[in-house]
DNA sequence: GTTGCTGCAAATGATTTGCAAGATA
DNA sequence: TATCTTGCAAATCATTTGCAGCAAC
């Protein structure tokens, strides 16, 4: 947690960390504050990846072995209803979590060798949904869209043997 | 199954009709001729919508109500392994299968009102992927694009409203 | 002291599988 | 006859939930 902000920030301030916003929400809804439950927030955020449940239970349970499985299910599912998380799928079965970022939109770039995984933003998505709008009459509120490839290490890796 | 072909073409005849196709696949494979399968695998194919198992069951199982929720299961299984069905996931949570038409690569387009799913095709997203490829200097192999609106009629109906 | 948090074990729901009986080649 | 297909019930797997004990307020 690296930042500089004053620890009082009052709860109500949207400025847009979502550790803040976690606070802020939680004392909204009457949580309690609980070491267990902040690790799993805390790591999540702070790693900023698409972790699956099982991951990042393995993660969290390397820094506290005492955390079960069901805080981490429970703990995500409170970070999705706070809207600092959302469920990924991509549609090869595997549910991840991704932290939502306050910024904008993006969609997602997978590597079918090592999975690694990338957001990526592109403007002519945009021309897509207006055509499409146009020729089937709907009107569109958003979309998803994955692109899966190789990236650059792995087709290097490829490419040697 | 209204098709004009003569019943004897051969099964290695890869004429782009997926019961013929079907047919070639379960000879191929040593799979015998059963009326249950067959039912499962004709209604999917001629319906050509995107089935969640539950509710091709459902229909299936009104013209003959013998057949059991582990048939449908392994049928769809089968026609995956044939390359004549795929796993659609829309991101709702429900998986669904649809027919794989031997004719080209499309995306989805649904209703978030009524459920309807429409196909589509854009030629904008070859020109993303170069973007992005560019960009993360990924190869990419293929892509999933889902766009969530509302249709025609739903427009229509909230309209109303 | 009241109420939220947690781990555990049990429940759930979708899907898969083992097996014995029936059907097809 | 040998082997595939099927329904059923049981197994599996990820996820959720009930509950009793612990912890925060």
Redesign the interface.
Known sequence: MNRQQSKNTPPHARDGDPLQEFYRCRLQMGLRSSCKRSLVVEYFIEKDRHYTVEELYDEVKRVNPKVSLSTVYRTLKLLSDCGLAS?C?F?D?VIRFEPVHTSQHHDH?I??ECGKI?E?R?D??E???E???K??????????????????GC?KKKRRK
Chains 1, 2 share one sequence.
Not at 138 to 149: A, D, E, Q, T
């Open positions: 469920e799928n549609g079965g770039l590597c079918v990338i990526f592109n002519l998505i021309k897509i949904q055509d499409v709008a020729k089937y009459t709907f009107s569109i509120s958003s979309h998803r869209m994955v692109l899966y490839g190789l990236c650059d087709q």
